[in-house]
């Protein structure tokens, strides 16, 4: 198996926060570093007149995942570090995200549902990102 240095594990929900981490942890290598991160839309780009409630509904967002994320990163036995990403073009900000955080292996949960392979999100990362992808089959609730 190939030694990764920079596991970066895409959640979206505790659930599946909770598997993926657990798989990163069974294939850390020593020196390799985990980072967990969510990618949220922004909506303040889609704002284009000032509306209050539209920046707090973003902000409410943030503040949830960034506990989510703390939670799932304190039950971890590595050091893991977490990061929000946001942007309207998740594709192209994973990508940006991959390059300077020199990542090698980005850790992606799916759910087997019908016309999953149409609406995941998990292959369009797999088609066009540069590093290897780990997709893990999330079984449903």
């Known amino acids: 198996m190939k030694h990764y240095q920079h596991i970066l594990v895409l959640v979206n929900d505790e659930q599946d926060g909770r598997l993926l981490l657990h798989r990163a942890n069974q294939m850390i290598q020593q020196d390799a570093r985990i980072t967990l991160a969510h990618i949220l839309i922004d909506y303040r780009a889609m ?19 960034k506990a989510l994320l703390n939670h ?22 994973l990508a940006t995200f991959i390059r300077k955080q020199e990542v090698d292996l980005v850790i992606i949960g799916h759910h087997n549902r019908l016309f999953g392979v149409l609406t995941s999100r ?5 088609n066009h990102l540069d590093v290897d992808c780990f997709i893990c089959h999330i079984p449903p609730d």
């Open 47 to 65: 704002n284009y007149i000032s509306d209050s409630m539209m920046n707090d509904a973003g902000s409410s967002q943030v503040i949830e995942i």
């Open 72 to 93: 799932l990163a304190a039950s971890s036995p590595y050091p893991v570090t977490t990061r929000v990403i946001i942007s309207l073009d998740k594709v192209r900000a």
């Open 122 to 126: 998990s292959m369009a990362f797999i």
